[in-house]
C-alpha cells in the first residue's frame, strides 16, 4: 500500500493511493501552525505515524514539495513557502523514526508529471513534457518512462525561462497575470465589446467561459498566453527536442482555446523535424496530478 | 586506430585520432564537387576507403555532420547545407561497403562536446555544455561522460533558442552578427572614440584585439554577447540544471571579456542553488573540436 503526500504552501494532502490510481482515506491538513508547534517535519512525521497506524499495509511513502530537492534526493535545498524545512535531512529523519518504510522526495510539478506517466489518461506517452498552469507555472519531463530532472536534479523549471519581454513564463502566463491582462484589455475597450466587462470579480473561470462564447478580449487573452508558451516551448524542444506536450492546471481545460498561437509560434520558429508530430493536450488527472505523483515515486524503478 | 571526420559545409576535415587525442595524417578534401559526381557518400565512402587502405589498423571511424540526425543514428534529417545527403542511409551504406569498421555519426557540436570530454583539458569536468561560438552558435552537452541527445535525438541545440529581440541567440551572436553590432555601435560614434574605425575590415580578430586594450566599442560588443548568452543560458540551466559551461568557437579566447555580463545576468535571474558554482571556462581543442570529437564516438561506451 502507497501514501501520496502532497505539501503545498499552506496545506499538506495524504491519500492512500492504489496501483490503479485511485485515493481513498484522502485528507488535507493546514499547516501553518506546523511550524511554531513543533517543526514541519516532526508534525508531518507525526501525521505520517496516525496513517501508518491506521494502515499497517503501508510500505511506501513518496512526497512532493514546491520546491528544489539536493541531487540525492533527502532534502529540500529551496523552499520559498516553507523556509524552515531547507536543508533539514527530511528523508534520513523520517526513515529513522519509521524503519523498514521506503520514502521518496520529489518536486511537486516533477511528480504531476510522473503521475501522468502512471496514473493518466494517454497510453503511450512515455516522453513529454506536463506544463501545469496555475498561480504557478511547473513543469516536470518524463523520458522514456522515468523523471529527467537534469544534472543536479533540478532542471525542467520551465516556468522561470525569461520571455522576450524579460519576465519569466510564469510571470507573463501565471493566472494572476492572465487576469491582470484580462483587465488591462477591458480599461482599453472604451467601446465595451466584451462580455467580461459585466462579470464582478473577474476570475480565470470566467474568462474561460467568455472565450469559449466567442468573447474576443477572452480570446485575445489565450492568445497571449498561447504566445508565451509557444515561444518559451521553442527553447525547451530545441533544449529536450520532445514533441508531446501536456497542458495541467486550472486554465487547461481552455487548451483547445490556447492552442492554435501556441502551434502558429512554434511552427514559425522550428523546422519540420521538431514539428510534425507535435501533440498538445490536456493532462488528465486535474487537481489530485501532485497526490498520485507523489505515490508514483514508489512504483518508479 | 580511429578515422575521424568531420563533415563542414563546403568540406571534409579527415585525421587519424590517437587515444590521447593526437591528430596525424589530417587531409581537408573539398566536397563541392561531391555531390555532382556520383553523390557525396559514394565520395566520402572513396576517400574512407583510401584511409582504411592506407591504414589497415584503422577499426572504427567516427563522423560529425552539420544536421540534425535521426534517432537511431543511421542517417541526417536535415542538413541545410548538402540536402542531398538528407534521409540517405549513411550508415548501413557504409556498413555494408566496410565490413567489420565501426561506423558512429553524430552532430558536430555534439561531437565538440564529447571531444572535450575525451581529449580536453578540463579533467573533472563530467558534466556541461559546451557553446561553439562562430558563424553559427552549436552546442552540446555532456551529462555524467556521456553526450546528452534529449528524446528524440536533437536536443541541446541552443543557438536556435529566442532572444529577447525574437531573434535566435545564434542570428543575436554569432561572429557575423557581432561584426554587424560593432558597425552599428561605430555609425553612432560620432566623437571617434573607438579605434575601431582605424581598422579597414571589421572582423572578431579586431574587435578582440581592441577590446583588450580596453577599446570602449568593442567591450560594448562583448557586453552584448554576454547578455545574450547570459539570458538564454538562464533557460538552458533552468530546464537542464548544469553549472559548468565551456565556450568554445572563433570568439572563446575573449571569454573572460565577455563573462561579467554573462555572469551578471545569470545571477539576477536565477536563485543562488544555480549560480553559487557555477563555473564558464574557454573550451581547450579549439579548431580540432569537431575532429577529435567524432572520433571519440567511438570510444564512447
Known sequence: MILGIDIGGTSAKFGIVSHEGEISHSKRFKTEGWITKGGFINNLA???????????????????????LSGDRKKVVLLPNIPSVKDELIVPLLNSRFPGIVFKIENDAKCAALGEYYFGGHKGFDNY?????????????????KLFIGVRGN??????????????????????????????????DVSY???????????????????????????EVYKYAGRFLGETMVG?????????ILIGGGISPAIELIKPEMLAKLKKHLPAYYT?????????????????????????K
Open 46 to 68: 507525526d501525521e505520517i505515524g496516525n496513517y501508518l497506524k491506521q494502515f499497517p499495509a503501508i510500505t511506501g511513502i513518496g512526497i512532493g514539495w514546491p520546491g528544489l
Open 129 to 145: 513534457i506536463l506544463v501545469t498552469l496555475g498561480t504557478g507555472v511547473g513543469s516536470g519531463v518524463v523520458m522514456k518512462g
Open 155 to 188: 532542471g525542467t523549471e520551465i516556468g522561470h525561462i525569461l520571455t522576450h519581454t524579460g519576465k519569466t513564463l510564469e510571470e507573463q502566463v501565471g493566472l494572476k497575470n492572465l487576469v491582470a491582462y484580462a483587465k488591462e484589455l477591458l480599461a482599453k
Open 193 to 219: 465589446k466584451s462580455s467580461l466587462h459585466t462579470v464582478e470579480d473577474l476570475d480565470p473561470k470566467s474568462i474561460q467561459e467568455e472565450a469559449e462564447k466567442g468573447d474576443e478580449i477572452a480570446l
Open 236 to 244: 525547451v524542444i530545441r533544449t529536450l527536442d520532445l514533441n508531446k
Open 276 to 300: 510534425d508530430e507535435l501533440e498538445i493536450k490536456q493532462a488528465t488527472l486535474s487537481n489530485d496530478a501532485g497526490l498520485l505523483g507523489a505515490a508514483a515515486l514508489i512504483l518508479e
